[in-house]
């Protein structure tokens, strides 16, 4: 090849590298959430960074399992799920990386996220009291301990202990009490069970609504979905322990996975679902409350009052999950 060809051939190249399309900065998310809860936010985020998000969504330990099974491999940069319980369980799995950001560490209240960094918590759920107004005042509630109490026999309802939100509310409340107490207090709520144990939230409240009970346990934003769709509805929402531990939260939540590919954009992606551009959609969608608190919940959960949340660290909710189904075993809470 002569000389002018040569030259001809190197500046073909140049132009050809210099003409060829960019690749799109992306992560990949495997998610335990419902698409049509995160689509929106990740198509702003691309809007807003340029960066394409891919996801895919699945049960929590199904996605677990994936991404343990694809090890280096795995194409997940970040996992998103519902209740610290599952997000220490892939934390402890060896599936999440410690993640040092000062913008989460400011946005993210110490005790909703990992104590090393690995997950961080995004919106915030209470797992509270549900009572019928028609027929229960307010004034006879105080705390969960004393849902066990003789005035609510045969008018407690509760969810199956197979939830991980029971689960991870009875591993708090060992955190709290201890093992002994904690098993008392849940033998007092199986002694006092209208009904044997519900299969959710939402049928908890329909069994108040029907008459099969007067008080239960739920989640705040199973209340808002059936509010919102009966503005009269004759449940209100109790706020327990306000003179003790505080009302048991839990977060949605998420950690970059230890083989991320992107991990750059993944922290990025963190960073913004944690400010004041995501925390507001990211907790309306579901009801739930901004983890950031320097965000103002959507004005129907505002509606619900305000309250003393606990502020034990929400790791405790694993590290004492195993104990916790245990104890309910014995105390027959099925």
């Known amino acids: ?59 929590a330990g199904a996605l677990v399992q994936r991404i343990r099974s694809e090890g280096r491999r795995t194409q997940a940069d970040l996992f998103i799920t519902v209740d610290a319980g599952n997000l220490w369980y892939a934390a402890d799995q060896g599936l999440l990386q410690p993640v040092k950001s000062p913008t989460l560490e400011e946005n993210i209240p110490s005790h909703l996220r990992d104590p090393e960094g690995r997950w961080f918590g995004l919106s915030v759920r209470a797992r509270t009291i549900v009572y019928s107004t028609d027929r229960v005042d307010p004034a006879d509630l105080s ?18 202990s197979k939830k991980v939100y029971n689960q991870s509310l009875v591993a708090m409340l060992i955190a709290d009490h201890g093992v002994e107490k904690t098993e008392r207090i849940v033998r007092s709520w199986v002694g006092n069970l209208a009904v044997d144990p519900l299969s959710n939230d939402t049928k908890v409240m329909e069994a108040i609504l029907a008459g099969q009970g007067d008080v239960g346990i739920v989640n705040t934003y199973y209340y808002g979905r059936l509010s919102r769709e009966d503005p009269e509805l004759p449940l209100a929402l109790f706020w327990p322990d306000q003179n003790g531990g505080g009302v048991h939260v839990n977060v949605s939540g998420a950690g970059v996975t230890r083989h991320a590919r992107h991990r750059e954009e993944a922290v990025r992606l963190l960073e913004w679902l944690s400010s004041s551009s995501a925390q507001g959609i990211f907790a309306e969608a579901n009801l739930e409350y901004p983890a950031n608190p320097g965000i103002e919940p959507h004005p129907a959960v505002k509606a619900w009052g305000t309250f003393k949340q606990s502020g034990m660290n929400l790791a405790r909710a694993g590290e004492l999950q195993g104990e916790a189904i245990r104890l309910m075993d014995r105390a027959g809470y099925r």
């Open 1 to 59: 090849m002569n000389k002018k060809s040569l030259l001809a051939l190197t500046l073909f190249l140049v132009l050809l590298a210099s003409t060829a399309p960019l690749r799109a900065a992306e992560v990949v998310v495997y998610s335990a959430r419902n698409e049509h809860l995160i689509q929106p936010l990740f198509d702003r985020f691309t809007g807003e960074t340029g960066i394409r998000v891919k996801f895919i969504t699945d049960q």
């Open 143 to 160: 705390t969960y301990e004393a849902l066990g109490g003789p005035e609510w026999r045969g008018r407690l309802l509760l969810r199956t």
